[in-house]
């Protein structure tokens, strides 16, 4: 009786952990979110409890890393138990992966808690599954890291460093002090080094700030990526995120590129061709709100010119130049502004909304473009008064110069989301 009592307790207990473990790896399976890819102020979905944000979120993008996933787990785990205790957490996202890579991950869960696996079947693609990790993740600052041991994990305490002095991302590079590849053939190099300086062609103001834009091992705060809409191609993640980004300071740490000690490369031309298409687009994209601006402020031409007739020419009021400009100069603002405030960045004031928010808004565009009108008088009196231009075509010519000033101080000041509303 004893014995039968015994083995019935074993079973049990057996059968109790089972239903643990069972249970725990449930709860770990992520439901995938869908519509766009935008990162929110919280996590789209509810599946674990938020007391409280944790203070990293890791990412590990897989497809057919059977052989190393329960590896990165563990070492990922040892680290940042050291380092950050009870505040991290380890998303797998698997894109439905032959060798079952989510299940394998899925198995992990009981013996390491702060682990969540995501399995996609419809949506392909480490970018795509990047921000989908995100999405979920309850930090505040977003990482990824690649799962097949190529990025030397130790470099993530170095990466959380450079966050807590206050960057907006920092990034993993192989091209600084500390990095460089192991056995890269000189092919390889010359691609890796190739598509930097195409980069460098097609999107300088994005792609001179970061010294390995092909990296895929970095960390953003999630505040500086909130609301932004991203479209990314392929499996480079890190551009989009510094060109859509609102990233002031990016800081560095230089790893040595690992060669893959099991399992397949993914790298081929597609990627290369994918590289180039995200590029293009993203120069599109920004080249398209350029536009935007530009004919908003053909509008503005429109009221500068009339009222500047309407107060200097010598048959109507006849006022001095300067003042008539000043003038002219400030409606042709106001009129600019709300064109732009409603079109041009309008995407990014409805995150915003509010008299408040506007008024702010307006104020700062008030303060950028008076400092280009006072470049804009000085040019307006060389042109007219040194060179005897017409004063309209003097006006025009200066009017010119200051445009490009003008967008691009806008777009990193005024319409720069800083604070996001809670619904």
């Known amino acids: 009786m004893v014995f039968s009592v015994s083995v019935a307790i074993r079973f049990d207990s057996q059968y109790l952990t089972n239903a643990s473990d069972k249970f725990t790896m449930t709860q770990s399976l992520v439901?995938?979110?869908?519509?766009?890819?935008?990162?929110?102020?919280?996590p789209i979905t509810?599946?674990?409890?938020?007391?409280?944000?944790?203070?990293?979120?890791l990412v590990l993008p897989t497809y057919n890393e059977a052989d190393n996933i329960q590896s990165i787990v563990e070492i990922l785990s040892n680290i940042l138990d050291q380092s950050i205790p009870g505040e991290y957490e380890l998303i797998v996202v698997d894109d439905n992966s032959p060798d079952e890579t989510w299940k394998l991950a899925l198995e992990l869960t009981p013996q390491y808690p702060q682990l969540r696996v995501m399995r996609r079947t419809e949506e392909k693609g480490l970018s795509t599954a990047v921000i989908r990790g995100w999405q979920v993740a309850r930090g505040k600052i977003l990482a990824v890291i690649d799962a097949d041991l190529q990025h030397p994990p130790e470099v993530l305490t170095q990466l959380l460093e450079e966050i807590e002095k206050g960057a907006d991302l920092a990034l993993a590079s192989r091209h600084v002090e500390g990095g460089g590849v192991s056995e890269w053939s000189i092919i390889r190099r010359f691609l890796s080094r190739g598509a930097q300086m195409l980069g460098l062609l097609i999107l300088p103001e994005v792609i001179s700030r970061l010294s390995d834009p092909m990296s895929g091992y970095f960390m953003v705060r999630r505040s500086a990526i909130i609301g932004r809409s991203l479209s990314p191609v392929g499996y480079k993640i890190l551009i989009e995120v510094a060109a859509r980004g609102r990233i002031r300071w990016i800081g560095e740490a230089g790893y040595v590129f690992r060669e893959r000690q099991a399992g397949e490369s993914k790298v081929?031309?597609?990627?290369?061709?994918?590289?180039?298409?995200?590029?293009?687009?993203?120069?599109l994209s920004i080249s398209a709100r350029f536009i935007q601006f530009c004919l908003v402020g053909l509008s503005g031409v429109v009221v500068d010119m009339g009222f500047l007739y309407?107060?200097?020419?010598?048959?109507?009021?006849?006022?001095?130049?300067?003042?008539?400009?000043?003038?002219?100069?400030e409606l042709a603002i106001i009129n600019n502004f709300l064109w732009n405030d409603f079109w041009t960045f309008g995407d990014i004031a409805r995150r915003?909304?509010?008299?408040?928010?506007?008024?702010?808004?307006?104020?700062?565009?008030?303060?950028?473009?008076?400092?280009?009108?006072?470049?804009?008088?000085?040019?307006?009196?060389?042109?007219?008064?040194?060179?005897?231009?017409?004063?309209?075509?003097?006006?025009?010519?200066?009017?010119?110069?200051?445009?490009l000033w003008n967008f691009w101080f806008n777009l990193k000041l005024s319409w720069r989301v800083t604070e996001v509303n809670e619904k």
Do not use: M
């Open 46 to 57: 509810s599946d674990l409890p938020l007391d409280s944000p944790l203070k990293l979120s």
């Open 310 to 329: 309407l107060l200097s020419d010598p048959n109507t009021l006849g006022l001095p130049l300067t003042r008539s400009k000043i003038i002219a100069a």
């Open 352 to 403: 915003q909304p509010g008299k408040r928010q506007r008024l702010k808004r307006l104020i700062k565009f008030n303060v950028i473009c008076l400092a280009g009108l006072i470049l804009n008088v000085l040019l307006l009196n060389v042109f007219f008064n040194v060179f005897n231009l017409n004063r309209y075509i003097a006006n025009f010519l200066a009017i010119g110069l200051v445009t």
């Open 31 to 42: 439901p995938v979110p869908s519509g766009v890819f935008q990162i929110l102020e919280t």
């Open 268 to 283: 081929t031309w597609k990627q290369y061709i994918e590289y180039i298409q995200h590029l293009l687009r993203l120069r």
